[in-house]
């Protein structure tokens, strides 16, 4: 958000140069949060910017020190740096400070400019901008902290979850082994419904989890070589039940052997969610079509169904958290909307991507690109 604000305040305002700093670690420095610069000015930035800036004997600083913009008309006579080597592209400086209801510094801009008289109205202006920006900045922060406080009791209540879960999913695994005893028919049918629902469960606290370490960027992966198209069938084994209870069509061709370097678990997340996602949303008599290929050095992925589709309107949104598609949400088609929020971003650590094909027709097909791993060839 800070680079386009920048840019938007450049452009609007006809500055050259622009540049945005935040309080630094150490006492006395700001840390560069943002840049820009218009055509033909480029070099400017690392002449003018850097990755941090010392306070003292700078704009920014003075800007700092101060509750109202500071302009500079003479950059060769009050340079904005110490070691400032006057440019003929540049007349003035503007600092503006970015300050917090409380009054507590925000940020600093720095707006450089090729004009040599500014106007009165011009600091108006970047007075106003400045207000809007810590109102932004302020908002921005007290949505972040709701959003964490909202993750942290998830991830909470998720792992007060798992316990019991697994606790019931133990005993219940000794109930069907006959340990304590031959059961009937009926006390079987009901422990497997146990089983499934508890399963369910599982799987969704895992989902709650995964979507709490990929919201704090602190999700895992243990990497190795793993074989894509072995995986996509084992996929298809573990869901095959479910296909067959609609009497859906599950095939599976895949170039053998398709290598990537990853996670074995994660990428096998992200194909049981959406080969499992194509089952769920494909009505009875149906098809999916799972596909792995070579192409040009990377691995793809595609899972084609016949089902209820998704709307063009609503594809954008589809990664998101949460978000589920109103042609699920119309059939009462029950769904947390993390599975391809998490796939997507299994597929990012992966430095990879995942799409929804822009194909008209029945269904929905995914596509997911891999890089195969650099031993690849060992393997074809």
């Known amino acids: 958000a800070r680079p386009r604000m920048l840019a938007a305040v450049c452009q609007g305002l006809g500055f050259e140069v622009g540049l945005a700093w935040e309080p630094g670690g150490d006492e006395g420095t700001l840390r560069s949060v943002a840049s820009y610069a218009a055509p033909g000015c480029e070099d400017l930035i690392a002449r003018l910017g850097g990755e941090e800036l010392t306070i ?5 600083g003075v800007a700092a020190a101060r509750s109202d913009p500071v302009i500079c008309t003479d950059l060769e006579r009050d340079p904005p740096r110490e070691a400032h080597q006057p440019d003929p592209r540049l007349d003035c400086a503007f600092g503006v400070p970015v300050r917090a209801r409380s009054g507590e510094l925000i940020a600093v801009a720095e707006f450089f400019s090729s004009r ?6 011009l600091l108006d202006t970047l007075r106003v ?6 109102q932004f900045v302020e908002r921005q922060s007290a949505e972040e902290e709701t959003q964490r406080v909202k993750d942290q009791i998830v991830a909470n209540v998720s792992h007060e ?13 000794v109930l069907l082994g006959e340990e304590p005893g031959p059961l009937t028919d009926e006390q079987r049918r009901f422990l497997t419904i146990v089983k499934r629902n508890s399963d369910r469960l599982m799987r969704l606290v895992g989902d709650l989890l995964v979507a709490g370490q990929v919201e704090a960027g602190k999700l895992r992966l243990e990497l190795d070589d793993v074989d894509v198209a072995e995986l ?8 095959v039940t479910s296909a067959q209870s609609k009497r859906i069509a599950l095939e599976v061709h895949a170039d053998e052997p398709v290598v990537v370097h990853g ?6 997340q992200l194909l049981s969610n959406l080969v499992a996602n194509a089952i769920k949303f494909t009505p009875e008599d149906g098809v999916v079509d799972v596909r792995v290929a070579r192409r040009s050095g990377s691995c793809r992925i595609t899972v084609r169904d016949t089902g209820i589709g998704i709307p063009r309107t609503e594809r954008e949104h589809l990664f998101e958290r949460f978000y589920r598609a109103s042609s699920a949400t119309d059939r009462g088609i029950t769904g947390t909307g993390l599975g391809l929020a998490i796939s997507k ?8 991507t995942i799409e929804i094909a822009d194909e008209d027709g029945p269904g929905a097909v995914f596509v997911v690109e891999l890089p195969l791993s650099t031993r690849e060839e060992v393997y074809s």
């Open 129 to 134: 901008i400045g207000s809007q920006i810590a």
């Open 56 to 60: 003292s004997g700078s704009l920014a």
């Open 232 to 239: 996509a069938r084992e996929t298809a084994e573990l869901v």
């Open 263 to 268: 996670d074995r678990q994660r990428l096998g």
């Open 161 to 173: 979850l798992r316990t019991p879960l697994t606790a019931i999913d133990g005993w219940v695994h």
């Open 116 to 121: 040599s008289q500014p106007d009165e109205g």
């Open 345 to 352: 971003a299994i597929a990012e650590s992966h430095e990879g």
